[in-house]
């Protein structure tokens, strides 16, 4: 008979308290009266087998003194050895524990035997064995104890195996849905960025805000007039240590302004969204009027502060108008003009590299947006400051299908004491390879009119951690273990959607679909059991059938032939008599758990959250076409670092 059951009995079935444990056996005899392994046969020849020193539970990691148990389904295992060679099983007794982790209560693991223990089928000699604990004899949070006893058919050992403690933890624990919550899914954070082509003139920057490459021409110079006299421009971006102007603080900016966030936003950045874009990394323009002479000072100077804009509209009729559109526009203020000057004229040259637009002449306005005629300063000799000008474009798109639009510009500027005009370049909405600054049009989503976007933002779809828990745990898990940690703002890690125009076919030849995806991952799933307090539960799978980095999708780096192979969990209640869910590993396919390395993830998640998390996603108003990425954000768990500790809920 195993010690677990010798203790049983000697002790009286049912629950026996620590103090009332039997004196430990004798090495001559093991205590035999009851019998569960087997019978004890004490005239057998032969030496008693043991159980291995260091018993362990769960899913093989330890966290400081005990097992650390991220599932429901618990397995205890420990060696055992039998000097003789033969077979050996173990029987496994556990017990609570009292506020020093010494044994308190004895835990009924089974109803099969009177005495509540657990009995390993026989293994050989210096194997495992193992027994799974029937699902809701252990309770989540609670720390347990254990050790084994180990028997060869005819002999019981004599000794106890030292004690092992364990609790069941959660990877993540949250509570039910919230009633209500102030999360607002689609909600998206303007993006510092940098660009790709700002022109010769100026700086190309890493993102770091660090030079990547030095200006190749900061100055360019028209052809000297009849009198010698040549006007030159030259650009220089903010300083950095430069203190944003009173007006930047304002809290909305000028009436002309295309995007109204724009103007408060400090010089010597650029900005973005999904649909629009303010560049205050132009810097001032400074104009030098001079004769031939180089030796001689400048006649005289002008200089000015630019910045443009650029806005995207998703959808036909949101600019007013019956077309896909999206307008440009520049900002001029002059800080100072020289009398000699006389007045200084700037015409603004945006280009537009597109088959299916067309483009409206400058409308220029003053700064409370009422028709400026153009960009033309006179001299101010009486302390006033410059009126500024705001010259905008309107480009509309009647195009099929879709089109990335390059996009470059540039300033000429003339001034009334003559020589001829100097441009300078602002470059380009950026490298073939990133264009950043290109807007792309489509008449490609249904359910939405044709319009423009920025692709080059990834927006982020924030789950509402408030009322799906559940779901939310799920993905920031997935985030955090999957290799390529894909979604993660944290790791900057993008999933790309799957759209409508993918060229990936399935079967029958029809563009794969997110169901096609969602099949080959969750096709041969089944629900695992599960405390009622959670409900019915479906399969949810990460990274989502909607995405390129599906387990599903064929092709992709996380592509699995069966969702055997993704990482298996499963959400359950944490302790009785408390709304307190948790997210643990399921088991019945990978006895250890999730091990980091799977590319793709299956979970038992409540069917309702399973099915409402991503129902606003919003892929028609964000114009999501194939292969375009973004973030999916978990506010509620973003707190947490590490997934070796239970991750606990916030509300968000």
Known sequence: ??????????????????????????????????????????????????????????TGYKYGSYWRVVTPDVVLRNTVTDPDGGTVNLTFEVWTTDSSGKPKDKVKLTDTNPYGVEVSPYVASGKTAQVPIEYGRLKPGITYTFHTNAYDGSLYETDWSPWANFRIEPYVSFPAPQASSSIDPVAQKIIEFTRTDPGPALPTLRKDGTILKAPAQKRTCGVPDAQGHKLCIELNPPSKTAVTPP?????????????????????????????????????????????????KPALGTAAFTIEQRLKAYPKKGDSGSDFAEFDQQIMLEPTHIDPVLKGVHMRWNPGTSCTNCTTTKTKWTDGANNPAGDAYWTVVTDGRPYDDRWGTIQTRWSGTG??????????????????????????????????????????????????????????????????????????????????????????DSLLSYLGTDTTVKNSKGDPWTSNDSRTKVCGSWTAPPLDPSVGSVDCDEYAMASTHESGGFPGGRNQVTSGDQCAQLLTDKVRDGAADFGLFADTRKATNGPTGKEPCGRAA????????????????????????????????????????????????
């Not at 400090?266 to 874009?277: D, F, H, L, Q, V």
């Not at 500027?413 to 600054?437: K, M, Q, W």
Request: net charge negative; charged share 20%; glycine share 10%.
């Open 247 to 295: 007006r930047a603080s304002a809290p909305g900016g000028p009436a002309a302004d295309l995007v109204d966030w724009c103007y408060g936003k400090p010089s010597g950045k650029n900005y973005m969204n999904r649909t629009e874009a303010c560049l205050k990394n132009i810097g001032g323009g400074t104009l030098i009027f001079t004769d031939t002479d180089p030796d």
């Open 1 to 58: 008979m195993a010690v677990g059951a010798v203790l049983a009995v000697l002790a009286g079935v049912g629950t026996a308290s620590a103090s009332a444990l039997p004196p430990e056996p004798t090495a001559s005899k093991a205590p035999v009266s009851h019998s569960v392994a087997g019978p004890e046969n004490a005239a057998a020849s032969g030496a008693r087998p043991a159980s291995g020193s260091s018993p362990s539970a769960g």
């Open 402 to 491: 879709k089109e990335t639009i390059d996009l470059d510009w540039s300033i000429t500027a003339t001034v009334d004491a003559g020589g001829n005009p100097a441009t300078a370049d602002f470059g380009t909405s950026g490298i073939h390879a990133v264009r950043e600054l290109a807007p792309r049009c489509d008449n490609i989503r249904k359910g939405i009119a044709p319009g423009c976007v920025l692709p080059f933002f990834k927006p982020t779809f924030t789950v509402d951690t408030n009322l799906y828990p559940a779901a939310g745990a799920y993905y920031w898990l997935m985030q955090q273990k999957m290799p390529y940690h894909e979604g993660s703002v944290r790791w």
């Open 605 to 652: 998640v409540p069917s309702e959250q399973n099915r409402k998390a991503f129902t606003g996603y919003p892929d028609p108003p964000w114009r999501m076409l194939d292969n375009d990425e973004f973030f999916v954000s978990n506010p509620g768990f973003e707190h947490c670092t590490s997934v070796h500790t239970t991750c606990v809920w916030r509300k968000a």
